[in-house]
């Protein structure tokens, strides 16, 4: 199948590539390398050394013999680049990664959360677009976040996609409907995620387009089998405040003798899955043929949901590291139920996923000790607050930072950068 990436240089977008490459498709990346340049502007870089798109592409080539093209376009600002791009490619199915996916980089400042919404909204839009204008029976394949539902206290499942509902209007007569639970970001990048959700509504239902939206947890992990093959082909991993997820923190704090920081109680309920079934999961997705309900198809991609404090008493325990809690920097309830259906993913044949408790926490222990020189211990606390606890009155967040650029002004090369991809 002739498969277009965007944002394929990415953490999820690379390894998605090369394992699509390795199953026979033909694959053409689209990024604009902004994720790069955001990174060197914040100084906060990836553990691991990742080589240029250009060097990871060739080794591939040489390793495999299967080619990957790439082009340096902006989707959210490049409307025609993107189109001639599709029209000249042709794909089947079209899975659209590029996005600023850093919840605590949305929050850092009007600029941060303002580039995040228009960025996130846009590139889907233009690529939706560039489907109906070009060839309506393109599969179009979205990573969402799981984190659009928000961290309240929910008691009852949630549905993958739409559920029924019904009650009574204050005439009291019965309704009932069909519609997702409301969504409750927490957080601008969240709330681009929910965003994007009417617009894939919209393409579906206005334009018929075929559409699968991945709810997805936060990823953990780093290579899988084809990052592995070659220093060149490695992925990135983000143990920093702003791109870093939790476990990658966890893991890099314990090992590097300091201890696991957790924010408030811990009892954050959270979604996981490791890297290696992310990508089989999109390869589950791009092969699972049309929708036939005229809805957008909306499927959790999870492996699994844990409290954060297990997930720091299960790394103090293999790295003997101590736990610290800390006050926590975001808005959320600090003790909730998070129920998630899980079983669209079954249903297409893809079943145990890899747990936290699998042996894979070895992998992130072996790229941390190999990586240790290039720990930069002072990117892991916590500067960005928002939320109920942002101290500043004009409800810009509190970003206090030490021995660096200051982060607001850091970020507009970044943007700037994004810009001109
Ligand atoms: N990493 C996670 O834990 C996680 C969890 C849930 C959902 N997701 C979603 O998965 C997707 C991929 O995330 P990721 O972790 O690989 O992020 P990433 O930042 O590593 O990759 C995103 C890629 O998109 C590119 N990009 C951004 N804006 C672009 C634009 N305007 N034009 C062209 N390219 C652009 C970036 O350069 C980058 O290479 C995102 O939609 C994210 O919201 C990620």
Redesign the pocket.
């Given at each position: 199948m002739k498969i277009l990436i965007?944002?394929g240089?990415?953490?999820?977008?690379w390894p998605t590539s090369l394992h699509l490459s390795s199953k026979g498709h033909d694959i053409h990346i689209?990024?604009?390398?902004?994720?790069?340049a955001i990174a060197t502007a914040l100084n906060y870089e990836s553990l691991t050394n990742i080589y240029s798109i250009h060097e990871r592409i060739e080794k591939w080539y040489e390793l495999t013999g299967r080619s990957i093209s790439f082009s340096n376009?902006?989707?959210?600002e490049n409307y025609a680049a993107l189109q001639s791009e599709i029209a000249s490619f042709n794909p089947e199915c079209i899975v659209h990664?590029?996005?600023?996916?850093s919840a605590p980089y949305s929050m850092m400042s009007v600029d941060s959360g303002n580039y995040t919404l228009s960025?996130n909204v846009l590139?889907t839009n233009n690529v939706l677009k560039a489907i109906t204008e070009h060839n309506r029976a393109i599969k179009f394949v979205h990573?969402?976040?799981i984190g659009v539902y928000g961290y309240e206290d929910r008691d009852f499942e949630i549905a993958e996609g739409k559920t029924h509902f019904s009650g009574c209007d204050k005439n009291n007569r019965p309704y009932s409907l069909k519609a997702q639970i409301p969504f409750n970001p927490t957080s601008i990048y969240h709330l681009s995620?929910s965003q994007i959700t009417s617009l894939l509504n919209f393409y579906t239902r206005n334009y018929g387009l075929n559409i699968t939206d991945l709810y997805?947890g936060?990823?953990w992990g780093t290579q899988t089998s084809e990052t592995n093959i070659a220093p060149e082909l490695s992925n990135?991993f983000d143990y920093d405040e702003i791109y870093g997820?939790v476990l990658n923190r966890f893991v890099v704090q314990a090992q590097s003798g300091l201890p696991i920081t957790v924010y408030g109680r811990g009892e954050q309920t959270r979604a996981f899955i490791h890297i290696q079934d992310t990508v089989r999961c999109i390869e589950t997705a791009v092969n699972s043929g049309a929708t036939h309900s005229g809805d957008v198809d909306v499927m959790h991609q999870i492996a699994e949901t844990r409290t954060v404090k297990s997930v720091a008493d299960h790394v103090a325990k293999l790295v003997h590291g101590s736990i610290k809690h800390v006050v926590n920097p975001r808005d959320e309830e600090e003790e909730h139920r998070y129920i998630l259906e899980n079983t669209k993913f079954k249903q297409l044949g893809l079943s145990q996923l890899n747990t936290l408790g699998d042996n894979l926490l070895d992998e992130i222990q072996n790229v941390v000790d190999k990586n240790l020189h290039r720990i930069d211990q002072t990117c892991i606390d916590p500067k960005v607050q928002w939320g109920k606890v942002s101290q500043k009155p004009d409800n810009e967040c509190a970003v206090k930072r030490v021995g660096k650029t200051p982060a607001k002004s850091a970020a507009r090369p970044a943007l700037q950068a994004?810009a001109m991809?």
């Open positions: 965007t944002g240089d990415g953490f999820c977008g689209i990024d604009n390398l902004s994720r790069r376009i902006n989707v959210a990664l590029a996005a600023q996916r960025n590139t990573l969402g976040s995620k997805q936060i990823v990135r997820t994004a991809g």
